[in-house]
């Protein structure tokens, strides 16, 4: 790839921008607070919340006009799941959303006003790899309908009884589903095509992802940095210390360099699908590294206090971990991040 | 937001094949193999031709905003185009940063002589900060110049001034008040190199660059050579320092580098795509190394975090490509295998250069200021965590 060819790397917020994020962080303040986010630990979803979200178009904005949406672009979207992940919503949003959009995409959506406005809530299956049998899925528990992959069939299940929670990690609405053990099966499309189709969708989700552990990791980056400012040792606050000061300096790195990497990767596919596909990809396999280091490093500053389970450190920390990992082993993602990049190189050099 | 190709007029299409047609014509694989070989960074041959074509005059008044200079999208074509050539840069940019202070603190005497000469080609200027016993900070400051009558007389020693040996001016921190506050104590010259008493010392450094010692023992130069008031040199030499740690607000027009180092950053982004490239060939039977996992999961991991580093904003990106160089240069070569020890002229060497990386990666860490003077900055201004506590080490007992 041509690294200096002369493109506009320009970040900026517009205000539309910078007023949906405003609206989304406004939201989460008001409703979702962390004493929220543990009382909704038991289910894995706050049902509350969720209606306030979908109220304001959340989900039906990530659709397009044509289809019935409010045509919102990837950018806008990875704004909301950056407050998402500050806020530790515990809502599907990521998961419906992106799997909405793959419906419209193979042209299975037809309008359902059910799904765009998020009254019947969508799974995806983001960490198949296309195999049948029982899996772990992260919304499974809640979602009215799961998309999953079966081989080159795209297929939505649903069941009459939804498939019971597992505790887990995160504390995500997480329940093991057998596609073949679904009450109703519809095939939605199939073929090479269909894979791409899906493949997208698990970029979408990996970026959205991403984006949704950059707010997580701030959030938590000052918590830690605000006790760091008020806690002494041998009469200076450990904040003084480079100890503590300079990783918190590495998570602030980590959090405006994942940051631009999602806001330029969704930018692409809005854009230019065809450029730099990768950089979804990209952007996940990097936050989730930096995600669990940066989380512990979060809790360790607190040190005692850190630990507790009552302590809000601890929930960014679990999350850290747990949510991405709802994707599968991040090894597939890194590996998807080199196919797109060898197809890339390849094609420049036969060109 | 936006990452769109620009759209060029017809006269900045022009521009771009000229600029192309020059790097063609003087920054040939000779100049290249002899900057590797010297480690001067820096070309008299490509320097005086970009002289008589008015591309240096161009270049400073653009980036200072004059009249006459590069517009901002001209500055952006040849900023990315001569990378992509690597010309031997680093005299220039050294002169482009004092040329700065130049313009801002100098006596309009000196002023005017010393950009006619810049533009002409024939002046070319380095950085006298760092001291033998300083490191990062600037202000640690032991080279003294004492006033003389009408005279400065300056004695002491600086390490790393780049490019020394093909400048005709050094920017010099020196104390002029030792009792006073480091901030307080600074005043700055721009001393010329062929004053008697200027003694320039080679330095190699591990990447192959050429950097120098030099060493000042009573050197005698006029007033008219001080910039900025006597014992303000801390706000003279903070205006380029603000602009080489990256901290000076960009216009957004996207046509800047987000943060400094971007030059650097690249080459481990070419490293990694060579690799890609490399791997994702076939061999006789059809198969390609990067089909095997242990070559795409390192090199998607690798990837991510060079993709990451690049669009880091300003300080962080300072930090995060410097690291981003360290950590995944020595994974390329660990997937490229034995032949990435070789140098680069060897027959049958790696040609991503990972191993140039991995040897250039300890220089990112410190120019400008070492990384742990960007993470204090962070610690301080984005982070609100105040200033690191320093603790003298206790003086020794009295026996």
Not at chain 1, 74 to 85: S, W
Not at chain 2, 95 to 101: E, K, R
Request: aromatic residues 8%.
């Amino acid at each position: 790839m041509d690294r200096y060819e002369l493109r506009r790397e320009d970040y900026s917020l517009t205000t539309d921008h910078t007023d949906l994020q405003a609206a989304f962080a406004k939201l989460f303040q008001s409703h979702c607070g962390i004493d929220e986010v543990r009382a909704a630990e038991a289910t894995g979803f706050d049902e509350g919340l969720w209606k306030q979200l979908i109220a304001t178009g959340a989900t039906s904005m990530a659709i397009s006009e044509a289809e019935g949406g409010d045509g919102a672009t990837l950018v806008d979207l990875t704004l909301i799941a950056e407050e998402v992940g500050r806020a530790l919503a515990p809502v599907p949003w990521i998961d419906h959303v992106v799997s909405a959009r793959l419906l419209a995409r193979l042209g299975a959506l037809a309008g359902d006003e059910a799904i765009i406005s998020g009254t019947r809530i969508l799974a995806l299956d983001a960490a198949g790899t296309g195999t049948s049998g029982k899996r772990l899925v992260a919304q499974g528990a809640i979602a009215d309908e799961i998309i999953v992959r079966e081989g080159d069939d795209i297929v939505r299940v649903s069941f009459s009884d939804k498939p019971a929670r597992v505790d887990n990690l995160a504390k995500l609405p997480m329940a093991w589903v057998d596609p073949g053990a679904a009450d109703t099966r519809t095939p939605v499309a199939g073929g090479p095509e269909a894979v791409k189709a899906f493949e997208l969708a698990v970029d979408e989700w990996r970026l959205l992802t991403a984006s949704a552990l950059v707010g997580l990791l701030e959030a938590t980056m000052r918590i830690a940095a605000e006790f760091a400012v008020s806690r002494y040792t041998l009469g200076v606050p450990i904040a003084s210390l480079q100890g503590i000061s300079h990783p918190l300096a590495n998570i602030a790195i980590t959090v405006e360099s994942g940051r631009n990497l999602g806001r330029k990767a969704a930018w692409f596919l809005d854009n230019e699908p065809d450029v730099r596909p990768e950089l979804a990809s990209a952007a996940y396999v990097y936050m989730t590294e930096e995600a669990s280091k940066s989380a512990t490093f979060a809790v360790h500053v607190q040190g005692g206090l850190g630990v507790s389970t009552e302590a809000a450190s601890t929930a960014y920390l679990t999350r850290a971990r747990g949510w991405p990992l709802a994707g599968g082993d991040p090894a597939r993602a890194a590996v998807r991040v080199a196919e797109l990049a060898a197809a890339r190189e390849t094609a420049q050099a036969s060109a | 937001m936006d990452f769109s190709k620009v759209e060029l007029t017809d006269d900045e299409k022009a521009f771009q094949a000229e600029v192309r047609e020059f790097l063609d014509t003087y920054v040939t694989d000779e100049v290249r193999k002899h900057d590797r070989d010297t480690g001067d960074n820096f070309d008299i041959g490509v320097h005086r031709a970009l002289a008589d074509k008015g591309w240096l005059e161009k270049e400073i008044k653009g980036a200072e905003g004059w009249e006459g200079g590069f517009t901002r999208v001209e500055s952006r074509i040849w900023h990315l185009e001569r990378r992509k050539a690597e010309f031997p840069w680093v005299t220039w940019g050294t002169t482009v940063l004092i040329a700065h202070s130049v313009a801002m603190f100098a006596k309009p005497e000196l002023r005017d002589e010393v950009l006619q000469g810049v533009y002409d080609g024939d002046v070319r200027m380095c950085l006298g900060y760092t001291e033998p016993e300083g490191g990062s900070d600037v202000a640690t400051c032991k080279t003294r110049a004492v006033r003389d009558g009408d005279d400065w007389v300056i004695n002491g020693s600086k390490m790393f001034t780049t490019g020394a040996h093909n400048s005709q001016y050094c920017f010099l921190i020196t104390n002029t008040d030792p009792e006073a506050r480091k901030h307080k104590s600074l005043t700055m010259f721009l001393v010329p190199l062929d004053t008697p008493g200027v003694e320039i010392q080679p330095l190699w450094t591990v990447d192959g660059d050429r950097t120098n010692i030099v060493y000042y023992s009573d050197v005698r130069i006029s007033d008219k050579y001080r910039l900025g008031e006597v014992n303000e040199g801390w706000t003279v030499v903070r205006e380029p320092l603000n602009k080489e740690h990256g901290v000076v607000d960009a216009v957004i027009d996207g046509l800047d580098d987000v943060s400094i180092l971007q030059h650097q950053g690249m080459y481990i982004a070419n490293a990694a795509d060579a690799v890609v490239a490399e791997t994702a060939k076939e061999d006789s039977d059809g198969n390609r190394r990067i089909d095997d996992p242990l070559v795409s999961v390192r090199l998607g991991q690798s990837l991510a975090k060079i993709e990451a580093a690049l669009v880091s904003p300003h300080m962080f990106g300072r930090v995060a490509l410097a690291q981003a160089m360290r950590e995944v240069s020595p994974v390329l070569m660990d997937i490229v295998g034995p032949t990435s020890v070789l140098p680069i002229d060897e027959p049958g060497a790696d040609l991503s250069r990972a191993e140039y990386v991995y040897r250039w990666a300890p220089l990112t860490g410190i120019y400008g200021g070492t990384l742990e003077v960007f993470r204090n900055m962070i610690a301080q201004y984005i982070l609100g965590l105040g200033k690191p506590v320093y603790a003298a080490p206790k003086a020794p007992a009295a026996s």
